[in-house]
T-cell receptor, first 119, second 112 residues
Framework: GAGVSQSPSNKVTEKGKDVELRCDPI?????LYWYRQSLGQGLEFLIY????????KSGLPSDRFSAERTGGSVSTLTIQRTQQEDSAVYLC?????????????????FGPGTRLTVL | AQTVTQSQPEMSVQEAETVTLSCTYD???????LFWYKQPPSRQMILVIR??????QNATENRFSVNFQKAAKSFSLKISDSQLGDTAMYFC?????????FGKGTRLHILP
């Protein structure tokens, strides 16, 4: 597609259940990013993929969060045993070449996000 | 640690007026990028403008321009001839090697 797509657009789940969020980056983009935006807060960086590998997972808020990317394209963010504080909009972004050390960077394009509500 | 501060949680201006959104940041790095993102009610994040820290010239995109003061670590966004479609949350962002740090946003209302 022309842009980053995410599914589902909305997800309501019960506390304790697992959820999977999907991100389809722009075709040809090697870098993929996951962010979270809680109500009233700024965006929080979660994880970054360069190809299929994730150089930095330090943004993941707990070990209940995991992410994978296969084939250098689609990525899934999995939240196990969801808690109410996990309720947020989860945003995915992709960029053509990704990030490198020293601050060089590439423009990121965001998807529409998945609104997760944990009851 | 890097931080990004947007001191104006909410602003309202009349259509066609000029408005400036402030952003300050703190970093010890010399090479970095700064961004302004717009998030309209539809929630999709849209890149408005970006600035490379090594460039002294302020970035401009049509009605949007920035006032980048590197020594002061200030990166304000000016919207000229504001339009109703400019109503949105605006996020200032600082790019670090492994991700972006965002400010908490400024909610901008353009009034008819």
């Amino acid at each position: 597609g022309a842009g980053v797509s995410q599914s589902p657009s909305n997800k309501v789940t019960e506390k304790g259940k697992d959820v999977e969020l999907r991100c389809d980056p722009i075709s040809g983009h090697t870098a993929l990013y996951w962010y979270r935006q809680s109500l009233g807060q700024g965006l929080e960086f979660l994880i970054y993929f360069q190809g299929n590998s994730a150089p930095d997972k330090s943004g993941l808020p707990s070990d209940r969060f995991s992410a994978e990317r296969t084939g250098g394209s689609v990525s899934t963010l999995t939240i196990q045993r969801t808690q109410q504080e996990d309720s947020a909009v989860y945003l995915c972004a992709s960029s053509l070449t990704g990030l490198a050390g020293g601050g060089s960077t590439d423009t990121q394009y965001f998807g529409p996000g998945t609104r997760l509500t944990v009851l | 640690a890097q931080t990004v501060t947007q001191s104006q949680p909410e602003m309202s201006v009349q259509e066609a007026e000029t408005v400036t959104l402030s952003c300050t940041y703190d970093t010890s790095e010399n090479n970095y990028y700064l961004f302004w993102y717009k998030q309209p009610p539809s929630r999709q994040m849209i890149l408005v403008i970006r600035q490379e820290a090594y460039k002294q010239q302020n970035a401009t995109e049509n009605r949007f321009s920035v006032n980048f003061q590197k020594a002061a670590k200030s990166f304000s966004l000016k919207i000229s001839d504001s339009q109703l479609g400019d109503t949105a949350m605006y996020f200032c962002a600082f790019m670090k090697p492994w991700g972006i740090i965002f400010g908490k946003g400024t909610r901008l209302h353009i009034l008819p």
